[in-house]
């Protein structure tokens, strides 16, 4: 039983434009939401966290968006650059337990 | 660099072998968490440790195991290797509490001959 899910395996968006990576969550009782990025050969790296009594979170060229009523979130990338060429997971969590990860979207940003 | 160490990078071994994965957390860090991650799938959740004891468990083979010692590094054992066991094992440390976000290390990847 799948509660956080990415239904997107891959996409392709031209440098300079915006990417949009979603994610589904099943459980109305999911608190915070973490996105990682992950290189070939690397470990996940933490980018951009939300806490659920927000609806949005900024840091630099990455936003994050939460509609809880659809139970869903999105990254936004702007301007999408080559070096944003990765897979995101989104991570959610029940307070006061670990997070679930995503199966993973991966970003190819073309030049 | 996220302040995760995992040894070795690569290992490479025979179906039936058994090795031993290591992590040393990120200072301060009290929880350990080890995932796998098979031919670009997910991260599949194995176990989480906190303070030397076992706080959580996902889908870990009988044939894994794992321990978290006194100074909070932790091994993962994988013993009777099979060919399916090839992976990336990821190690993740947090510090238990408040937001808890885990930070990766680079990985170890497994490659069962």
């Known amino acids: 039983d799948q509660q956080v899910k990415q239904n997107s395996p891959s996409l392709s968006v031209q440098e300079g434009r915006i990417s949009i990576l979603n994610c589904d969550y099943t459980?109305?009782?999911?608190?915070?939401f973490l996105w990682y990025k992950k290189y070939p050969a690397e470990g996940p790296t933490f980018l951009i966290s939300?806490?659920?009594?927000?609806d949005k979170n900024e840091d630099g060229r990455f936003t994050v968006f939460l509609n809880k009523s659809a139970k869903h979130l999105s990254l936004h990338i702007v301007p999408s650059q080559p070096g944003d060429s990765a897979v995101y997971f989104c991570?959610?969590?029940?307070?006061?337990?670990?997070?679930?990860f995503g199966p993973g979207t991966r970003l190819s940003v073309l030049p | 660099d996220s302040g995760v160490t995992q040894t070795p990078k690569h290992l490479i071994t025979a179906t039936g072998q058994r090795v031993t994965l290591r992590c040393s957390p990120r200072?301060?860090?009290?929880?350990v968490y080890w995932y796998q991650q098979s031919l670009d799938q997910g991260l599949q959740f194995l176990i989480q440790?906190?303070?030397?004891?076992?706080?959580a468990k996902g889908n870990i083979l009988e044939r894994f195991s794992a321990q978290q010692f006194p100074d909070l590094h932790s091994e993962l054992n994988l013993s009777s290797l099979e060919l399916g066991d090839s992976a990336l094992y990821f190690c993740?440390?947090?510090?238990?509490?408040?937001?808890?976000?885990?930070?990766f290390g680079a990985g170890t990847r497994l490659s069962v001959l």
């Open positions: 993740a440390s947090s510090s238990g509490q408040g937001i808890n976000i885990q930070y």
């Open positions: 459980n109305s009782m999911f608190d915070y």
């Open positions: 939300i806490s659920s009594i927000k």
């Open positions: 991570a959610a969590r029940n307070y006061g337990q670990n997070f679930v």
């Open positions: 200072s301060g860090d009290l929880s």
């Open positions: 440790y906190y303070n030397g004891e076992e706080r």
